[in-house]
C-alpha cells in the first residue's frame, strides 16, 4: 500500500496487522521510540488517514513542553475525540487525593469500554515524553488492561526526555505491548526521499552535504529540501551547510533566516507559548498590532512552518522548530517573554498551571503572584487526584517561595509527596516543616499527624502511635474535637498493626474528647468494639452488627482521610462474629459504591476482606479470583495483606509453589517490624508454617511454632480465637511432639473463649480439641487397659465435636473435623467407621476445591483401607500404608518423620519398611532412593 514514507514499510506493516488484531477484538499497544525528526508523527498521520475510512473509531493527543503540567492534560486531550468534555472525574470526593485519582482511572476505563463497544478504538499518543506524568500513569494503567478491550493505543516518544520510553519499557511485560525503534533513513533512503523532495535525483555533492547535515532525518531533509534558493541559505546542496546538534539545529533556524525583524519577533513569542499558541497571544507578548500579527501568521503559514487550528488557535508543523527557536534566544530575553506569558495567561484566567509553567521557566523567585499561582495549580492537581503534577507545582511553589514558604504550603507539599506514595520525601520534607523554630500549633500537629501517616505507608507502628499521640499532646485541652479526629485517623491508619493495647488507649483518650451523638464519636464506640471484640470481648458485637446493617461512612472527610477503611474493618468484625450474610452484604453494598466512585485500592482493600469470608464459607477459588481481579485493577497492592489472601487460598486450593513467593513476602515484613505488631500476619504466617513442619513430619519444630503463635496473640492481644483460627492446629502439632500439657492449656483457653463468645466454631474446636487430647491420654488402643469407660467418653466428645461442626455454614471446617475424627478412627483398628468420616471429608474437600484437606484424606483413606488385595502370582505387592511409608522414605524421611506425619510410631514404621525391602528385594533405604517408584503391585 502505497505510504509516501521511505523504510518504514516494517512499521506500517505492524500497525496494520494490529489494526487486524483489533479487528479481532483483541487490543494492543505499540510504542514509536526514536530521536526527534525521524518521522514518528508522519506514521502516526498515515495510521490516522487510514484507519478513519476503515470505520475504526481514532482519537488523537499531542504532548507540549508548555502543557507537560496540566492535570491529566495529556489524556483528557485523547478523551475529547470520544466525546468527553476533558473533565472525566470531575473534582475528588473528598481531600484524599488517591480517591479522585482512581475514580478517573476507572471511570476512563468505563468510557474507553463504552466507545469501543460499537466499533474499533484507535488511541494515538503523540509525543509522549511531553505527557503530564499524571496522564502516563494513566496510559500505564490502561495499557496493563488493553488486552481485554478492542483498543489500540499507538505512543510515540523520543529518548529524551525518557519518561515515554520509560513507560514502553515498563510495559514489557505485557504480551500486548510492543516497542519498535525507529532508524534514521540509510544513505540509500536519504537519496530517495531527496530525490522526491527537490523533484530530481541529487548529485553525489549534494547527496554527500545532506548526508552531513541531516543525518539520516526525514525532517531534516525536508526542512532542507524547502530553504529557498537565495538569501538565507540557498538551495540544500549550497555550500557550508553544517551538520546540525540535535538539541539546537542550525539547519531548523535556517527556515527562519530570511524573515524581517517584526515576523521573528511575533516567532519568538509564539515559540515560548508552546507547540500549540493562539496568534493573538504571541502578538500581545510582542505589542504588535492586529495588522502586523495577521501578516506575520499569514507568511509563516504560506510557508508551511504553521498550521491553524480550531478558530483562534495554530500550532507549530513540528515541535522542533518551536524548541530551536527557545532555544536560540538570549536567556534575559527568554526569561521577560515567560514573564510576560504568565502575567498574560493569569489575566486571560488561564489554568492555574499553565501560568505556573510560564512562571518557573521565568525564574520569578520570591513573586507573590507566581507563588500564589503554582501554589493554586498544586492543589487543584490534588483535589484532582493529579499527584504527580500536583507534587511539581507544590515543589516549584516551596522553591518559589523560598524561605519565606508559608507553613500551609509546606504542610500542601508534604500531602502530595505523601499521597503519591514517596514516604522518604514526605519524611523529609516533614521534617524540615517541623525544624522550623515559630511555627503555629496547628502546622505543628498537623505535620506530626502527616509524619504519622508515612510512617504508617512505611510500616513503622511505633513511629505512628508516637507521632499520632504527639500531635494530639500539641493541641493540648483547647481543640478536643480536632484531637479526637486525629486519634480516629491514627486508629484506622493501623488499628490491624499496632498492639491492642495502644489501640484501647488511643480510643479511650478520643472517646472523651469527642462529642456525644456526633459522627465522630460514633465511629470511635465502633472502633472500641472492633478492638473489644478482637481481644476476646464481645460485648460490643450488637454495636458492630447495627453499623454494619446502617450506612457506611466509605468517603473520608477533612481530617480523617483514613475513614474508608471502616467498611473494611466492619467485614472483618462480622465475620469473625459469623455473621457471613450480613459480610455478604455489607461487602455487596461497600463495593458497589467503590466501583461507582471509582476507588479500585478500596475495592481491594474490600475484597482482602471478605475473601476470607469466602473461605471460610468453602469457597477458596471464589475468594482467590475476587482478590487477583481487584488486585490487577489495583495496580498498587495492598502488602502484606494482599500477600497474606493469596497465601492462604492458594494454600488451601493447593498451589503450594505459588503460596511460596507471598509467604516469603510476609516473612520478610514480620522481620521488619516489632513483635507486638502486625499481629494477624504473624499468626497466619505460624499457622502455615505449622502446618507445613507437620506434613514433613517435623512435630517437634511444629509445636515450638504454635507457642510462638500463641505467645504473639498473648502479646497483641489478638486473643478472639476466629480473628486467625491457629488454635485446632496447635493442639495437633503439640500432640504429635508429645506436649500434651501445652495441647490441654490450648483447649482450656478455647473452651474459656468458647463460653463468652456468640460465635459458633470456637465451641466447636473446643469440643474437637478435647476430643484429641482425651484420646490421646488414653492408653494404647489395643491394651486390655483401656477401659471401656474411657473409649466411650472419646466417641461422645467427637460425636458432639462433629455435631458443632456439622451445624456450621464452614464446609472446609467441617471436613477437617472429619479428617481428624477419621484419622483417629483408623488408628484405633475401627477402618469401616473411618472410611465413612474420611469419605465425607472427601465429598466436602471436592466440593469446596481444598486440595489442602482433599490430599490428607486421600492419604489417609488409602492408609484406612488394609492391604490390598495381590494379584495372582504377585507376592511383591505392598499394603496401602507400606507404599506411604516407602514414598516418604525414599525422600529421605526418618523413622520419627514418617511416623509423624502418619500418626503411628516409629516402631511400626521400621516395621512396614522391614516388609518394603523384603518384597522388592532390595536391602537398604539407598537402593529405596535410587529406584523409587518402582511397581509395587
Not at 474507553?112 to 494515538?124: F, I, M, N, Q, T
Not at 499527624?449 to 508516637?466: D, K
Amino acid at each position: 500500500m502505497p505510504t509516501g514514507l521511505v523504510e518504514r514499510e516494517e512499521v506500517v506493516l505492524n500497525l496494520v496487522q494490529q489494526l487486524r488484531r483489533l479487528r479481532r477484538g483483541s487490543g494492543t499497544a505499540v510504542f514509536l521510540v526514536g530521536a526527534a525528526g525521524l518521522g514518528k508523527t508522519a506514521l502516526v498521520d498515515w495510521l490516522e488517514g487510514f484507519a478513519r475510512p476503515l470505520g475504526f473509531v481514532v482519537s488523537r493527543a499531542t504532548g507540549t513542553p508548555m502543557e507537560r503540567s496540566l492535570p491529566f492534560g495529556f489524556f483528557d486531550q485523547a478523551m475529547r475525540g470520544l466525546g468527553s468534555d476533558g473533565d472525566i472525574a470531575g473534582q475528588s470526593t473528598g481531600p484524599l487525593a488517591g480517591y479522585a485519582r482512581l475514580a478517573r482511572f476507572t471511570l476512563t476505563m468505563r468510557l474507553l469500554e463504552k466507545a469501543a463497544a460499537s466499533d474499533p478504538l484507535v488511541l494515538l499518543l503523540d509525543d509522549l515524553h511531553w505527557s503530564d506524568l499524571d496522564s502516563l500513569d494513566f496510559i500505564g494503567f490502561m495499557c496493563r488492561r488493553v488486552d481485554s478491550l478492542p483498543v489500540l493505543v499507538v505512543g510515540t516518544a523520543r529518548p529524551e526526555p525518557a519518561v515515554g520510553l520509560d513507560l514502553a519499557r515498563d510495559l514489557m511485560g505485557n504480551p500486548a505491548a510492543t516497542i519498535v525503534h525507529l532508524q534514521p533513513l540509510s544513505r540509500a533512503g536519504s537519496d530517495l526521499l531527496a530525490a522526491r523532495l527537490l523533484g530530481q535525483a541529487p548529485d553525489a555533492s549534494t547527496s554527500e552535504r545532506l548526508w552531513q547535515a541531516c543525518a539520516g532525518s526525514p525532517l531534516l531533509l525536508r526542512v532542507a529540501a524547502a530553504l529557498p534558493a537565495g538569501g538565507g541559505g540557498n538551495r540544500a546542496g549550497a555550500p557550508g551547510l553544517q551538520a546540525p546538534s540535535w538539541r539546537r539545529s542550525s539547519l531548523v533556524l535556517e527556515r527562519f533566516a530570511d524573515v524581517d525583524r517584526l515576523a521573528r519577533t511575533y516567532i519568538d513569542a509564539a515559540s515560548v507559548l508552546g507547540i500549540r499558541f493562539r496568534p493573538d497571544d504571541a502578538g500581545h507578548l510582542t505589542g504588535l498590532d492586529e495588522d502586523a500579527i495577521a501578516e506575520a501568521h499569514e507568511r509563516f503559514l504560506h510557508s508551511g512552518l504553521l498550521e491553524d487550528l480550531e478558530p483562534g488557535w495554530a500550532r507549530f508543523v513540528h515541535p522542533l522548530f518551536a524548541q530551536a527557536l527557545v532555544d536560540s534566544l538570549p536567556g534575559p530575553r527568554r526569561k521577560r517573554l515567560h514573564e510576560r506569558a504568565f502575567r498574560l495567561l493569569v489575566e486571560q484566567g488561564a489554568p492555574s498551571a499553565l501560568a505556573s509553567e510560564q512562571a518557573m521557566a521565568a525564574g520569578l523567585m520570591g513573586d507573590q503572584l507566581a507563588i500564589e499561582v503554582t501554589w493554586r495549580a498544586g492543589r487543584d492537581a490534588l483535589r484532582q487526584g493529579a499527584l504527580a503534577s500536583a507534587e511539581l507545582h507544590l515543589a516549584n511553589a516551596v522553591a518559589l517561595a523560598g524561605e519565606q514558604a508559608p507553613e500551609d504550603l509546606l504542610l500542601d507539599h508534604v500531602r502530595a509527596l505523601a499521597a503519591r506514595a514517596q514516604p522518604a520525601e514526605a519524611r523529609r520534607a516533614c521534617q524540615r516543616l517541623l525544624d522550623r523554630p515559630e511555627l503555629s500549633v496547628f502546622a505543628r500537629s498537623e505535620g506530626l499527624r502527616l509524619l504519622g501517616r508515612v510512617a504508617a505507608v512505611q510500616a513503622r507502628p511505633r513511629e505512628v502511635e508516637h507521632n499520632y499521640e504527639a500531635a494530639v499532646a500539641v493541641l493540648g485541652p483547647a481543640d478536643r474535637e480536632r484531637a479526637a479526629e486525629i486519634l480516629f485517623d491514627g486508629l484506622l491508619a493501623t488499628l490491624v498493626n499496632s498492639p491492642l493495647h495502644w489501640a484501647r488507649r488511643a480510643c479511650e483518650q478520643g472517646l472523651k474528647m469527642a462529642e456525644p451523638g456526633t459522627e465522630l464519636y460514633a465511629g470511635l464506640d465502633v472502633v472500641r468494639c472492633f478492638i473489644s471484640l478482637v481481644g476476646g470481648d464481645a460485648s460490643g458485637a450488637d454495636t458492630i452488627r447495627a453499623a454494619a446493617a446502617g450506612p457506611v461512612s466509605g468517603q473520608p472527610t477533612a481530617n480523617q482521610s483514613w475513614a474508608w477503611a471502616m467498611p473494611v474493618h466492619l467485614v472483618n468484625a462480622s465475620k469473625i462474629l459469623e455473621a457471613f450474610s450480613e459480610a455478604e452484604a455489607l461487602f455487596e453494598h461497600e463495593y458497589q459504591r467503590a466501583v461507582d466512585a471509582g476507588a479500585p485500592w478500596l475495592m481491594h482493600a474490600l475484597a482482602i476482606a471478605y475473601s476470607d469470608a469466602l473461605h471460610r464459607l468453602g469457597r477458596p477459588q471464589e475468594g482467590l479470583d475476587l482478590v487477583r481481579k481487584t488486585a490487577a485493577l489495583a495496580g498498587h497492592l495492598m502488602s502484606p495483606w494482599h500477600n497474606l489472601a493469596m497465601a492462604v487460598l492458594l494454600l488451601e486450593l493447593g498451589h503450594s509453589a505459588e503460596a511460596a513467593e507471598h509467604v516469603q513476602v510476609l516473612r520478610r515484613h514480620v522481620a521488619t517490624v516489632p513483635e507486638d505488631c502486625s499481629a494477624p500476619v504473624r499468626l497466619w504466617l505460624g499457622l502455615m508454617e505449622s502446618r507445613q513442619l507437620m506434613y514433613n513430619g517435623e512435630a517437634a519444630a511444629a509445636s515450638e511454632r504454635m507457642l510462638e503463635v500463641e505467645a504473639t496473640a498473648a502479646r497483641t492481644g489478638f486473643r478472639e480465637p476466629c480473628i486467625v483460627p491457629w488454635a485446632l492446629v496447635a493442639v495437633e502439632a503439640h500432640l504429635l511432639a508429645g506436649e500434651h500439657g501445652a495441647a490441654g492449656r490450648v483447649v482450656d483457653d478455647l473452651e474459656a473463649a468458647a463460653a463468652v463468645l456468640p460465635c459458633r466454631w470456637p465451641r466447636a474446636a473446643a469440643s474437637l480439641g478435647r476430643a484429641l487430647v482425651t484420646a490421646e491420654a488414653l492408653p494404647a488402643p489395643n491394651s486390655r487397659a483401656a477401659g471401656e469407660q474411657g473409649a466411650a467418653e472419646v466417641d461422645r466428645l467427637f460425636q458432639q465435636a462433629i455435631s458443632a461442626f456439622d451445624e456450621l455454614p464452614m464446609p472446609i471446617a467441617r471436613a477437617e473435623a472429619q479428617l481428624t475424627y477419621g484419622r483417629y478412627l483408623r488408628r484405633n483398628g475401627r477402618l469401616l467407621e473411618a472410611r465413612r468420616a474420611l469419605h465425607t471429608a472427601m465429598q466436602l474437600a471436592t466440593a469446596t476445591s481444598s486440595e489442602s484437606v482433599a490430599r490428607r484424606a486421600r492419604g489417609e483413606l488409602a492408609a484406612a483401607r488394609g492391604r490390598r488385595r495381590r494379584p495372582s502370582g504377585d507376592p511383591s505387592a505392598l499394603s496401602a500404608q507400606e507404599e506411604r511409608v516407602a514414598a516418604l522414605a525414599s525422600e529421605g524421611w526418618t523413622n520419627a518423620r514418617i511416623a509423624t506425619a502418619l500418626y503411628i510410631s516409629p516402631k511400626t514404621v521400621e516395621h512396614h519398611l522391614a516388609k518394603v525391602f523384603s518384597k522388592l528385594g532390595i536391602s537398604s533405604r539407598r537402593e529405596l532412593m535410587r529406584n523409587w517408584p518402582m511397581r509395587s503391585h
